[in-house]
């Protein structure tokens, strides 16, 4: 007989539902919530502590760590250094990757964003955090303040100019340069299709994920061209690679992105700039999907979405957005990366 691990909050959601004591704590939980254990499927290899982030306040940490306690017997288990029973992933940092580095991250107060920003500063790098949450973004700061890297927060809205230049001045401020961009923010739709798409969504989501890219990149292109170096990577989607991912002007959007990273990866490459995008598949951010989806949308949709082979974490994301971004991605550019877990693939 196999031994029954002690169960931790990196222990997977699977491992907690398949066991005598934790299948039991976290299905009170759910039926308290009025769900059951099929709204978990999709994501049973993520570790328990994802639903903090996904839940988006409604299991706060307090809530993950007594269902540890008592899942244990009132006793803590010993920290282990094990991923979780689905992957065995745990994120390990390289030291120094990002040292002397000033990196602009946006929508780095949440998400993938923040993922982002987290890593490159315990790697040493400076980043300039963008969002538009002056609240969150204190958080960030605070929760990275020992370092090794810095933390600059910029309160910034990237489809206004102004702001972009904010965020410019502040990277370059003490005679910085700007060494990378990751142009994480963006928004969903209401998956809707063309006929029912309003000018208001259209504009709102082509702006942000698109155009704020857009304007970004170009702003921080002269700093890289002087210095003859740099790096950008532009978050996609799996709807910048089909037509069946989202809905249309979020699909839209992300093919964009990917037609912004090839023809300034051609354009900019013989300067010594790499530009490359990453298309995640199926990420558990906790960002809200949209009040009211399109019901004409979501039935074409589902199937198809229902095929997504994995969820992954924010910080998975961040590791291969980092990878891009730092010298490991030296001889790189112009690519489109698939973090998605074999999606595009399917």
Known sequence: MSEIRPLTARSSIGAWLDHPEGGSLVRQLLAAGGADESSLAPVRGLPLQQLVVMSQGAVPQSVVDDLVLRANGGVSP??????????????????????????????????????TASRIVRE??????VDISEARLDELATDL??????????????????DIER???????????????ANVAGINDDFSPAHETTDALWDRVLAINLT????????????????????VVNVASEAGLRGNASGNAYTVS???????????AFMYGPQGIRVNAVAPGGVATGIPMPATPSATGTGRLG??????????TAEQ???????????????????????DGGWSVQ
Not at 124 to 129: C, D, H, K, T
Not at 156 to 162: N, R, S
């Open 212 to 231: 704020g890219a857009f304007k970004l990149l170009r702003a921080v292109l002269p700093s890289m061209l002087e210095r003859g170096r740099g790096a």
């Open 145 to 162: 303040q020992a370092g090794p890297g810095e933390v600059v927060p910029v309160v910034g809205d990237i489809t206004q100019q102004a």
């Open 78 to 115: 010993e920290p282990t250094d094990e991923g979780d029973e689905s992957t065995g992933w745990v994120e390990r940092t390289t030291p120094g990757r990002f040292a002397g580095a000033t990196v602009v991250v946006t929508g780095a107060a949440s998400g993938i964003g923040r993922a």
């Open 317 to 339: 994301l961040a590791a291969s957005i980092t990878f891009l971004l730092s010298d490991d991605g030296v001889n790189i550019n112009g690519a489109v990366l698939a973090s």
């Open 124 to 129: 040493g790098g400076r980043v300039v955090a």
């Open 167 to 181: 965020v410019v001045a502040a990277a370059t401020d003490g005679g910085h340069g700007i060494d990378a961009l």
């Open 254 to 264: 992300k093919h964009g992105v990917i037609g912004l990273t090839r023809s300034a």
């Open 303 to 312: 199937p198809f979405q229902a095929m997504i082979p994995t969820i992954a």
